[in-house]
C-alpha cells in the first residue's frame, strides 16, 4: 500500500512535470487522486510582475501552511496552453482551480470541463461572467480604477494644471479582461464629468486598449503623442507596466515628467513614483488576495462554507480594499513586507530612499 501510494505521487508528478513542459492539450494520465488538490492558473508574466513576484510565492506559501498540495502553474500568456494546464490538473486529481483567466472563452471551457468532472472552480482576480465558478477572489475594482481617477486628478492639480484645460489620454488593459473594463468603470466616473465641463481635454486618439502589452502600450502611446503634437498633460495608465511604457515614451523624446498613474505596487513602479516620473499606483495586497483564495480553496476542499463578502454578476465574491500610494505613504509597502526596500532603492534609484 504505502509502495503504491508512492509510486502514484511520483507518477502524478512526473505527469503533471510533462503536461506542464509540453503544454499538450491532448496527454491525459491516469494517477492517484490525491496527488494534486488545488492547481492556482496565472495568466502571464509580461502584462504584470505581480504574477512572479507576488501572487505565485504567495499562493504556494498558503498551501504549504496549510498542508495542501498545490500546483501554481502560468500559461505564459497562451489560452491553450491555460487550458491544457487545467486538463493537466484535472488529471491528476485537483479537486479545486483557482483561474485567472487569459480570454472569457478559454476560461468557460476550463470551467465548464472542471465543473463537469466534479471539481470547483473559484475565478482569482479575474472573474469570468456568466461562468459556472462557485466563487470570485478579487478585489473592489472599480475602487481600483477610482483610486487612479482621483490620483491623476490631485497630481493635476499638485503641479498647477489642472485649471489650464490639460489633455488626457487613457491607456486601458486589456478587453477580454473583465477588471480592465471595471477599471476603466471607476476611472471614467471620475473624468468623464471633467471632460464633459471642458475642464480636461481627452487627447486625440487618446483612449485605447492595450490587451494589457507593455509593448502595444508604448506603440500606441508613441502615436498618440504624435498625433497630439506631443502635448499630452496627463495619462490614466491602468497598471505599472503600461505607465512604464508611457515613462520611456516620454524620455525617448526628452520631455518631461507628466502626471501618470498605476497599479500593482511594482517595484519599477515604486522607483518611478519616488524618481518623479509616476504619481502613483494602486496597491493591491496581493498576499491578502493569495490567501484569502487559498483559503476559499481549503474550505472547499473540507466541505466548509467560503465567507463571502459582497457579489459579483451573481457569484459570491471575497473583495479586498485597495489603496493608493505616492511617494507620501509608499513606505507602507515596506512596513508590510510587500515590497522589498533591497527591490526599489538600489542603483540609481538608492538617493530617493532616505
Ligand atoms: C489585474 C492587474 C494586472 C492586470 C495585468 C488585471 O486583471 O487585476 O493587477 O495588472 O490584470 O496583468
Not at 98 to 110: M, P, Q, R, V
Not at 222 to 251: C, F, K, P, T
Amino acid at each position: 500500500m504505502k509502495v503504491r501510494s508512492r509510486w502514484s505521487l511520483a507518477a502524478g508528478i512526473v505527469a503533471l512535470a510533462a503536461l506542464v513542459a509540453t503544454g499538450s492539450a491532448t496527454a491525459r494520465v491516469s494517477v492517484h487522486k490525491a496527488d494534486v488538490q488545488v492547481c492556482a492558473l496565472l495568466p502571464d508574466t509580461k502584462s504584470s510582475t505581480r504574477y512572479t513576484l507576488f501572487d505565485a510565492p504567495y499562493l504556494k506559501a498558503a498551501f504549504k501552511k496549510a498542508g495542501v498540495s498545490a500546483q501554481v502553474l502560468n500559461a505564459q500568456g497562451d489560452a491553450q496552453r491555460q487550458k491544457s494546464q487545467a486538463d493537466g490538473c484535472l488529471a491528476a486529481g485537483a479537486k479545486v482551480i483557482l483561474l485567472d483567466e487569459l480570454t472569457l472563452a478559454s476560461g468557460a471551457a476550463i470551467t465548464n470541463d472542471a465543473v463537469a468532472q466534479g471539481a470547483t472552480v473559484i475565478d482569482y482576480d479575474r472573474i469570468v461572467p456568466g461562468s459556472k465558478a462557485s466563487y470570485y477572489v478579487s478585489f473592489d475594482n472599480v475602487k481600483v480604477g477610482k483610486l487612479m481617477g482621483q490620483g491623476l486628478v490631485a497630481a493635476l492639480r499638485a503641479n498647477g494644471m489642472y485649471s489650464k484645460h490639460p489633455v488626457i489620454a487613457e491607456l486601458n488593459g486589456g478587453i477580454q479582461d473583465n477588471n480592465a473594463k471595471l477599471f476603466k468603470q471607476g476611472y471614467d466616473s471620475v473624468l468623464n464629468p471633467l471632460y464633459k465641463k471642458g475642464v480636461f481635454k481627452k487627447a486625440v486618439a487618446g483612449d485605447q486598449w492595450t490587451d494589457w502589452d507593455p509593448n502595444k502600450g508604448l506603440t500606441i502611446f508613441e502615436q498618440m503623442l504624435a498625433r497630439n503634437g506631443n502635448r499630452i498633460d496627463g495619462v490614466l495608465a491602468a497598471n505599472d507596466g503600461l505607465a512604464g511604457a508611457v515613462i520611456s515614451a516620454l524620455q525617448n523624446h526628452g520631455l518631461k515628467p507628466i502626471p501618470v498613474t498605476g497599479q500593482d505596487a511594482t517595484p519599477t513602479g515604486v522607483q518611478y513614483i519616488l524618481a518623479g516620473w509616476q504619481s502613483g499606483t494602486v496597491y493591491k495586497s496581493v498576499r491578502q488576495e493569495a490567501n484569502a483564495a487559498a483559503q476559499a480553496a481549503i474550505d472547499v476542499l473540507n466541505g466548509k462554507p467560503v465567507k463571502t463578502n459582497g457579489k459579483i454578476s451573481g457569484m459570491p465574491s471575497i473583495l479586498l480594499t485597495p489603496k493608493w500610494v505616492t511617494k507620501a505613504n509608499y513606505k507602507l509597502l515596506f512596513q508590510e513586507g510587500f515590497v522589498k526596500r533591497s527591490q526599489v532603492c538600489v542603483g540609481k534609484y538608492a538617493q530617493y530612499c532616505k
